[in-house]
């Protein structure tokens, strides 16, 4: 049996134990495994385990992982994220549809110091649906708008997803960072567009709440000025180069810490909380990169990566063709996989076909731009049926709820993200301009 056959039956074997439940990383280490041992054998297989996923998992790179998640665990222990919510409704939750409104441009600040989406559909579910519901919003809205506002958790930079991106195809964490900000805030504005829409066809979606008081909207506002001047300490210092996105990441948990210590907001057991939520997460993506990198291995052995970039390289096709078809399999994909596992399985194969493609950009702009490609088409599987992981999120908070009105009512919202994807694709200045502006 040829590498590249071998491959494809190993990577649908991997897909049949996803499907029957078999945990993401052990289905990727098993087959890995398998498929490393029946080309090179049991000694170099025992070589490589000896040495590789020590040197892979020490990597210094790897460390801003959890201190995001913690960063963001400590912000929704602290009652951040209430507090964002609650500044954003004072100010526009009096008109149709404000108070969706203000889950959204919530979830774009929780975004700046999360960098996880499955935590921001998560934290913003329990501070916002209670609201939207008590209104007589319409239960499929509130949980659909508080699943396409979580993507914004990993949309608007720091993003978990661009930081395993860096470290597997060996970028600039920063630059991806710069060239997350304008699609990410363009996703944010989109979705806020889609909801005057959604509430001037059918007003009883979303009914106007209670006008705040010119004092009620001071101390709300007044309330998220440490959570503003986080995200800016620490997106900030990231794009001026003054310190690194793990520095940054350590700055961020030190001074959101500081701030919940300071307010009263921060008990032992809201720190023991966030440092368990923190690592458990961090044991799942660290478990997922362990057996990616062993799958990765095996199909770097197979060749594989070589003869479909030759393959697709030969047919003839316009480069942009050929990224639209990359991207029509990725949402195709990401609506039925785990999204980081899609990503780190996926990136072996299709990082060389982009890269040996001519659109006229020099190669480091051009992976920067596939990489907040895929950071879209990431967030799309996030909420696309039939699979959506944070439409489960949100209906595991909202059990009243049946999960298919959820799913209508993501519909729209996944209308403009198919919308984004698409300027980016063929204006790849929308995601390159600020980096070049900054570099």
């Given amino acids: 049996m040829s590498g590249t056959l071998l491959a494809i039956v190993m990577f649908a074997l991997m897909l049949v134990l996803m499907a029957v439940r078999v945990p993401v990383a052990l289905a990727m280490f098993l087959v890995g495994s398998a498929g ?36 963001g665990a400590l912000a929704e222990q602290s009652g ?21 409104m203000a889950t959204i441009g919530a979830c774009t600040l929780f975004g700046a110091i999360c960098g996880s989406s499955v935590a921001t559909t998560a934290t913003m579910g329990r ?4 609201e939207m519901l008590r209104l007589g ?40 960072f710069m060239a997350a900000l304008i699609p990410g805030l363009l996703a944010s504005l989109f979705y806020q567009c889609t909801i005057v829409y959604l509430v001037r066809r059918n007003p009883e979606k979303a009914p106007a709440g209670p006008r705040s008081t010119g004092g009620e909207r001071r101390t709300a506002v007044m309330q998220v000025w440490p959570a503003v001047v986080i995200a800016m300490a620490v997106v900030g210092g990231i794009y001026g180069g003054i310190f690194t996105p793990t520095e940054g990441a350590a700055v961020g948990v ?50 594989m990566p070589e003869t479909v970039a030759e393959a697709i390289v030969a047919t003839g096709l316009p480069p942009y063709a050929i990224v639209s078809c990359l991207m029509l399999f990725y949402i195709l994909l990401g609506s039925v996989m785990d999204e980081l596992a899609m990503i780190l399985l996926t990136l072996p194969v299709f990082f060389p076909v982009v890269m040996a493609l001519d659109f006229g950009l020099p190669p480091e702009e051009t992976a920067i731009w596939f990489g907040i490609l895929v950071l879209i088409v990431v967030g799309i599987g996030l909420t696309a049926p039939p699979v959506g992981l944070n439409v489960f999120v ?18 729209p919202y996944l209308a403009t993200d198919v919308t984004r994807l698409f300027l980016v694709v063929v204006f790849p200045s929308l995601a390159l301009e600020f980096v070049r502006f900054l570099t």
Avoid: C
């Fill in 394 to 411: 949100i209906s595991g908070i909202a059990r009243d709820v049946p999960m298919a009105d959820t799913y209508r009512a993501v519909l």
């Fill in 80 to 100: 951040i994220s209430r507090s964002l919510f609650t500044a954003a409704n004072a100010l526009i939750g009096h008109r149709r549809g404000g108070v969706a």
């Fill in 137 to 176: 919003y319409a239960p499929g809205f509130a949980t659909g708008t508080l699943a396409v506002g979580g993507t914004l958790g990993i949309l608007i930079p720091p993003s978990v997803v661009l930081v395993v991106y860096a470290i597997t195809t060996e970028q600039n964490i920063a630059k991806l």
């Fill in 127 to 130: 501070v916002a649906l209670p």
């Fill in 254 to 303: 030190a001074a959101t810490l500081a701030v919940a210590l300071t307010q009263g907001r921060m008990g032992w057991p809201a720190l023991r909380t966030s440092l368990v939520q923190t690592a458990e997460t961090s044991a799942m993506i660290f478990a997922i990169l362990l057996g990616a990198d062993v799958f990765n291995a095996f199909l770097a052995l197979s060749k």
């Fill in 36 to 71: 490393y041992l029946s080309i090179m054998g049991l000694a170099p297989y025992l070589s490589y385990l000896k040495s590789t996923p020590y040197f892979l998992l020490s990597n210094y790179s790897l460390s801003v992982i959890p201190l995001f998640i913690l960063m």
